[in-house]
């Protein structure tokens, strides 16, 4: 059974991720990942990690760059937590984002379990096509003609707006936490490089647009036991609510587990 949820993802149930093996309902399930941006598993019970990994290399290779700690249930699996002793804190926190900004070529999937659901700790997605597509002609202008450079590893720069290598629909490299600059009109004559104040308006124009109208465009997922996410990386930006590191003592534990695979196309105007 699938319920849509408006604007974006849906619900799947009657599928058991753990023992599922049939290339038919795999290849179901890449495609209907590719067509609603997020699928979310129910009542999957607890997914170990060597079965996540499994389940993971439907979609390519894995790529982890992040930090192992000691509880993570496989090397492949990055774990997160409100409990420093339990899982790495503050992931995901410092602003809106796609994972693997700072690669050649960001993550193409993300595939999320929450192995622990505390009281509060919601994950908040939003559709980049709808949110570029809600821009009036001079906010689009602007964010077309710049380019991110990532704070991090060799300071990839990526263009801002580019098209899904799989769809062709316009979606967004960005990092709203992991950008030491903006570019515009990179490797073009006109190329410059933002001032500090046109690098701070337009990282508030970003956070402004995803919030406008009291976030219609985004989906809050609240956690519940069993939940599976599949997530289209590339078409779908994230961000962990602050109730996420809300103290073991007042929501409970939460831990997550999520694996990314790596992208293989990098963005390209």
């Not at 990179?186 to 104040?197: D, G, Q």
Request: net charge neutral.
């Amino acid at each position: 059974m699938e319920l849509i949820l408006k604007p974006l993802g849906c619900e799947v149930r009657g599928v058991d991720l753990k023992t599922e093996n049939r290339p038919e309902i795999i290849k179901q399930i890449q495609e209907d990942v590719t067509k609603h941006r997020i699928l979310i598993f129910k009542d999957q019970g607890i997914i170990n990690g060597d079965k996540h990994v499994e389940i993971s290399r439907w979609f390519g290779e894995l790529e982890s760059t992040f930090y192992k700690h000691p509880k993570s249930p496989h090397p492949d699996v990055f774990r997160v937590s409100n409990d420093r002793n339990e899982g790495c804190t503050n992931v995901g926190r410092s602003g809106w984002h796609i994972d693997g900004t700072f690669q050649p070529a960001p993550f193409s999937y993300s595939l999320y379990h929450m192995e622990s659901v505390p009281k509060k700790g919601h994950t908040l997605f939003i559709p980049l096509t709808e949110l570029i597509e809600s821009l009036d002609k001079d906010t689009y202008d602007i964010w077309n003609k710049a380019w991110m450079v990532s704070d991090r590893r060799s300071s990839p720069v990526h263009p801002l707006i580019y098209s899904h290598p799989k769809t062709g629909k316009p979606v967004l490299c960005f990092h709203l936490g992991m950008t030491t600059s903006f570019i515009w009109n990179y490797n073009l004559p006109t190329e410059t490089t933002a001032s500090h104040e046109e690098y701070e308006a337009l990282l508030k124009s970003i956070d402004s647009k995803i919030n406008q109208d009291n976030g219609k465009y985004i989906y809050v997922h609240k956690w519940e036991p069993g939940d599976f996410i599949i997530s289209d990386n590339l078409a779908v930006g994230h961000f962990a609510h602050s109730s996420t590191q809300a103290p073991r003592s007042e929501v409970g534990l939460r831990v997550l587990h999520r694996t990314t695979i790596k992208g293989t196309t990098p963005p390209k105007k």
